[in-house]
């Protein structure tokens, strides 16, 4: 049986020759929006990426990747930006039908990850100054990593530079800028996104779009009135980390949250949902910009 995720492999991107298994090859990186706190937060509270929207949002990205893979020749090598926790590398490996990088800003996770998946290559670099070579990935995932970038529209035009032509990308992100609250600055989110913005900085970047829809249709209106509570009555600085601590520890064990993302996966697969706690678009890279 072939093992995909031998590296160096003949179309790896030559930053990979200096690479050693289980091992983090570092690039240079600034300030970021994202911390090692933050990722134990989520591990801590979110119960190791086992929340209801979590779970579906690897969920429809392995999905969307395995379709993309069956476009293009040979197993594709994918990317993905801000694998934090390594939660969807473990997903994309199991898949077995990828050659995968996983990348991040904050070292502290990487390691981890690089002792736990030995075979897969584990960077580290701001993606904004992205080291690898043009046209030197097939597929690049983002899963809530843009938010954290101030600036997004650089970060968009170095993944579309990294793509090969016909190659893909898949983008989520928290939605609704109405609904940016304390919890998001805890987060260190710099903005939400509606859908329209987020797709017309993917088109401005180089990017056509195959398909855009929401993740947590659903629970929005539930979600909406929590949003818009926490905006007319913020919480004391000393008190946002606790109250977004028990938002997630609150919604991970909701059996009715359960139940509706299992009903929007179901239904996603007809349609796409017009509005919802995170926008997700698919976006190819075209061979010609004509």
């Known amino acids: 049986m072939q093992d995909l995720n031998r590296f160096p492999h003949p179309n790896a991107p030559d930053q990979l020759i200096n690479w050693k298994p289980g091992r983090v090859l570092s690039y240079r990186t600034d300030d970021s929006g994202w911390s090692d706190e933050l990722t134990n937060l989520h591990e801590i509270e979110a119960n190791g990426g086992q929340h209801p929207v979590d779970l579906a949002s690897r969920h429809l990205a392995v999905k969307a990747m395995l379709q993309n893979a069956q476009k293009l020749i040979g197993p594709p090598l994918a990317l993905e930006v801000g694998c934090s926790s390594g939660f969807l590398l473990r997903d994309l490996f199991a898949a077995g039908s990828f050659r995968i990088i996983g990348s991040d800003f904050i070292a502290g996770p990487l390691k981890k990850i690089a002792s736990q998946f030995p075979k897969i290559p584990i960077l580290q ?10 046209s030197s990935i097939d597929q690049v995932v983002a899963l809530n990593v843009l938010e954290h ?14 793509l090969k032509p016909g190659g893909f990308c898949y983008l989520e992100v928290p939605a609704d800028p109405k609904c940016f609250d304390a919890y998001d600055e805890v987060l260190m989110h710099f903005r939400r996104y509606t859908i329209q913005d987020l797709v017309q900085k993917a088109k401005s970047a180089g990017f056509n779009v195959i398909y855009k829809t929401h993740l947590g249709f659903f629970p929005f209106p539930v979600f909406w009135l929590i949003k818009k509570w926490s905006r007319w009555n ?16 609150n ?9 509706m993302v299992r009903v929007e996966i179901f239904l996603g697969q007809w349609i796409t949902f017009p509005f919802g706690i995170r926008a997700i678009v698919h976006l190819e890279k075209p061979f010609s910009r004509i």
């Open 125 to 134: 670099f701001d993606l904004t100054k992205c080291p690898l070579a043009d």
């Open 149 to 162: 970038i101030e600036q997004d529209e650089l970060a968009l035009r170095q993944i579309f530079r990294i």
């Open 234 to 249: 913020p919480p004391l600085k000393s008190e946002r980390e606790k109250k977004v601590r028990q938002q997630i520890r």
């Open 251 to 259: 919604s991970k064990s909701s059996l009715i949250l359960k139940t």
